[in-house]
């Protein structure tokens, strides 16, 4: 077990064009969520999914972004029309259903230009 | 809405000295999760210590210990016999036990520091 992989670590991308973002739980994790961390704060959620179910999406979620689980294995999120208030860290965690601790991935860097 | 504050924006110990984070949060529930995750520079978060909010003990791990004071709602980390791998961002987050919502909620978190 490799925990939570996340891919592309960093990515740079200018004003406006669409980037995708991949997370690969922890096996047999049924849950999994997305966060963003911005400089100097801490991570402020963004969904979370039960298998292929999206469960919870917050308010910060706006009509650019989505995310999906096709399978209830790996998800992405993609950011449309990116902006430049869309740079940070965007982080991935998974969980079993019966516990409550998310393990978390090492993030992928959004830079937008 | 729960909110988590961490007053220490940054914190330094000497190294085998103990350090206390504090943290605070607000709810209106009876039952929660508190953690403390730890974030090193350009590395990913983990987990340092849990606590249930209707277990009066509190969360021991290894060198981490918790100071949970439920009716004042605050939720300091012990770090004894500080290493030089405890630098890095320590984040309080709160967490719902019941009612669906399994969002974390973060604090801004604490820089820790330790000198050799």
């Known amino acids: 077990d490799t925990g939570v992989s996340q891919d592309p670590r960093h990515k740079i991308t200018k004003r406006g064009q669409n980037v995708t973002f991949r997370c690969d739980p922890i096996s047999e994790h049924n849950r999994l969520y997305w966060y963003r961390q911005t400089l100097g704060q801490g991570p402020e959620f963004l969904t979370y999914?039960?298998?292929?179910?999206?469960?919870?999406k917050s308010r910060l979620l706006s009509d650019r972004f989505s995310a999906e689980r096709p399978k209830g294995s790996f998800s992405t999120l993609e950011i449309q029309r990116t902006e430049q208030g869309d740079s940070a860290m965007y982080l991935c965690?998974?969980?079993?259903?019966?516990?409550?601790?998310?393990?978390f991935g090492a993030g992928t860097r959004l830079s937008v230009l | 809405a729960q909110t988590v504050t961490q007053s220490q924006p940054e914190m330094s110990v000497q190294e085998a000295e103990t350090v206390t984070l504090s943290c605070t949060y607000d709810?209106?529930?009876?039952?929660?999760?508190l953690f403390w995750y730890k974030q090193p520079p350009s590395r990913q978060m983990i987990l340092v210590i849990r606590?249930?909010?209707?277990?009066?003990q509190n969360a021991t791990e290894n060198r981490f210990s918790v100071n949970f004071q439920k009716a004042a709602k605050s939720f300091s980390l012990k770090i004894s016999d500080s290493q030089l791998g405890d630098a890095a961002m320590y984040f309080c987050a709160y967490r719902r036990s019941q009612g669906g919502s399994e969002k974390l909620v973060f604090g801004k978190g604490t820089k820790l520091t330790v000198n050799p």
């Open positions: 965690a998974s969980s079993l259903s019966d516990k409550n601790i998310q393990y």
């Open positions: 999914f039960q298998n292929e179910a999206q469960l919870e």
């Open positions: 709810t209106s529930e009876s039952d929660y999760y």
């Open positions: 606590q249930e909010a209707y277990k009066q």
